[in-house]
């Protein structure tokens, strides 16, 4: 007789699947969108850069998201992200809230800006009708 084949043992099995999950492609590709994420995250904050003074009284809570005006250090005017000339900012800003005079408008200027300037924008915001106005300032550090 022969000598057996290599083979030879192995042909009455059968070659069956591993019902085990590999969990390495799924592991790469939560990485990968941890990354996407972490990387994308800060640059989803909206607004516009500006150098807000520092105020000690306490932020209040409200679920209806103000309408924030905010002029720059250069006097440029930006209704939420967009820039507005300041002859347009009332018709925009009406057309924005939808003509509701009772929309909370936030007023964002920069520190670096004379109280002058700043007060005519709130002035002409309020010459509209518009009764809910305020100033956005930076909360202060307790002890300064």
Known sequence: MGMPSAGGSRRGRRFRPSAEINVTPLVDVML?????F???APML???INVDLPKSSAAPHNV???????SVKEDGTIYLDDHT???QDLVAQLRERVHDDQQQRIHVRGDLRLSYGQVARIMAM???AGFKRIAL????????Q
């Not at 679920?63 to 005006?69: G, L």
């Open 32 to 36: 990968v969108l941890l990354i996407i």
């Open 38 to 40: 972490m990387v994308t």
């Open 45 to 47: 904050t909206s607004g």
């Open 63 to 69: 679920d209806v998201k103000p309408v924030n005006v």
């Open 84 to 86: 507005v000339a300041e």
């Open 125 to 127: 915001i309020a010459g």
């Open 136 to 143: 956005d300032t930076r909360e202060q550090p307790a002890g």
